[in-house]
């Protein structure tokens, strides 16, 4: 069989449990999920205690800002902010493939990347002016 | 056997039998995700051009319908969509069907929690005078 001169030399393989590879497809349906999580712990854990913060007091906010402002506190807050948008054009591509569109190979592969550019220069054009002026 | 039935009452308790009913989850998931693409969009462009970012202004600024409304939105769209979500984690890969019940109570608790502390915080603002 191997030696039918008719017969490609490579075939197509099936995914599996190993058989499997890096590609953007894949790396942004696990991506998906991941910032989903992180957004569902830690940044509605944080949306509840800023609100509370504002609501309660002056002093109350004081403290939330300590800790959102401390090196960590940025770490955190930078990186909910991509995921943030790494979940939502994520999102979008599935909203769009939903319809059955953006489905052949290269198109998805294509919106996969862009994806991941997208969150990226997202969360540089809010937090480059932000840090400018902290720092 | 009728739409969404199982082949037992048993069955049927427990939510299994045909897959003709739970359409409805995915499209709620869908209807919360374009939600938050709207909702999302308005947080963050709001937080990016509020003039500043301390207590009182912030305090204002959800004080007033056009913010208290929206982000009240937000919140509870951003919670239904969370529990959702943590949800479909949970069911990938809890496998014992009493550990998976216990986990997706836990969940729903603190989400109906945690939606309760933030609608709770933004009453607040917006009636209790703390602007």
């Not at chain 1, 052949?104 to 592969?109: G, M, Q, R, S």
């Amino acid at each position: 069989m191997a030696t039918d001169p008719a017969r490609p030399q490579s075939r197509p393989k099936s995914p599996h449990l190993t058989v499997w590879r890096w590609g953007p497809g894949m790396l942004i349906s696990i991506l998906h999920r991941m910032t989903g999580a992180a957004l569902a712990i830690a940044g509605l854990a944080l949306l509840v205690w800023w609100l509370m913060a504002i609501a309660a007091s002056a002093d109350a906010y004081a403290d939330f800002n300590q800790a959102a402002t401390h090196p960590l506190g940025l770490v955190v807050l930078v990186g909910l902010t991509w995921a943030f948008f790494q979940h939502l054009l994520s999102g979008v591509r599935h909203l769009v493939m939903d319809t059955g569109a953006a489905l052949e190979l290269d198109t998805n592969k294509r919106f996969a990347l862009l994806t991941l550019v997208g969150s990226l220069v997202l969360t540089l054009l809010i937090w480059v002016p932000v840090l400018g002026g902290l720092l | 056997m009728s739409v969404g039935e199982s082949a037992t009452p048993l069955g049927t308790v427990r939510g299994l039998g045909s897959a003709r009913g739970g359409g409805e989850h995915w499209l709620a998931e869908r209807a919360t995700s374009a939600a938050l693409l709207l909702l999302g969009a308005w947080l963050v462009a709001s937080l990016f051009f509020l003039p500043s970012l301390d207590q009182r202004t912030l305090a204002e600024w959800l004080a007033a319908p056009s913010g208290a409304v929206p982000m009240a939105l937000f919140v509870v769209a951003a919670f239904v969509h969370s529990l959702d979500g943590m949800k479909m984690i949970v069911g990938d890969y809890v496998h014992d069907e009493g550990n998976r019940f216990a986990v997706n109570t836990l969940l729903l608790f603190l989400a109906v929690g945690g939606a309760s502390l933030a609608l709770f915080a933004l009453g607040r603002i917006a009636f209790g005078g703390a602007a």
